[in-house]
């Protein structure tokens, strides 16, 4: 599933107008983007081709080859590189190869750094929070800018961050989405009540990256 697809276009209506319904209640800004990946992980591939290769090779070498290194090494260099190129494009062989910490990591920094490219961080109030749905890693972190964070707790954005990544595993992601997004509409209008010369800063739709 690639980002450009993973929400139809009716789910894609469907986000966008209970960002619109949130919004009418608070000063609060809420932008959802999905991206491919956050990162390529080179190095799972090599990783992957590495063992496996080595597996293979001794197996297919111990039953047809009596242990020949000779041709363990022929297999070894061939199957290395062909799981390699499979581990590429296998986003599930991939990820057996990268630690969790590793792509919670990446998953964040690359939020962050999306956050700051896409000027979500120009709202008047400091007051967006960002969604952030990463396909590869079946991650999605939220951030929020200082505005929020002074108010609503890490804890609290990680408790919506865990819901929504069930949803997305659940094939359900754009239902949780919404009803996350309606959730916190709920915590924003508390905190951030909405103000007379409100405008709408941040655009509704999904940002696919």
């Not at 008047?124 to 999605?140: M, P, Q, T």
Request: aromatic letters at 10%; charged letters at 25%.
């Amino acid at each position: 599933m690639k980002a450009e697809n993973f929400f139809s276009d009716n789910e894609k209506a469907q986000i966008a107008a209970a960002i619109k319904e949130v919004e009418k209640n608070t000063t609060g800004e809420i932008a959802v983007m999905v991206t491919d990946k956050s990162d390529s992980y080179p190095e799972s591939n090599i990783l992957a081709g590495l063992i496996l290769g080595v597996l293979v090779s001794l197996i297919i070498t111990q039953l047809f080859f009596e242990d020949s290194l000779t041709y363990f090494m022929i297999f070894f260099t061939v199957s290395s590189l062909f799981i390699g190129w499979m581990a590429e494009h296998l986003p599930a062989l991939k990820r057996i190869f990268i630690s969790k910490n590793r792509l919670d990591e990446l998953v964040r920094e690359q939020a962050i750094q999306s956050f700051y490219e896409k000027g979500l961080y120009k709202t008047r109030d400091a007051s967006a929070v960002f969604f952030f749905i990463s396909l590869l890693e079946h991650k999605l972190w939220i951030l929020a800018d200082e505005g929020i964070n002074s108010k609503i707790s890490d804890y609290e954005l990680r408790v919506y961050a865990r819901d929504m990544a069930d949803g997305i595993k659940q094939g359900r992601a754009a239902e949780v989405l919404c009803m996350e997004i309606g959730k916190l509409g709920g915590l924003l209008a508390e905190h951030f009540p909405a103000k007379p010369d409100d405008e709408n800063e941040l655009g509704n739709q999904v940002i696919v990256g």
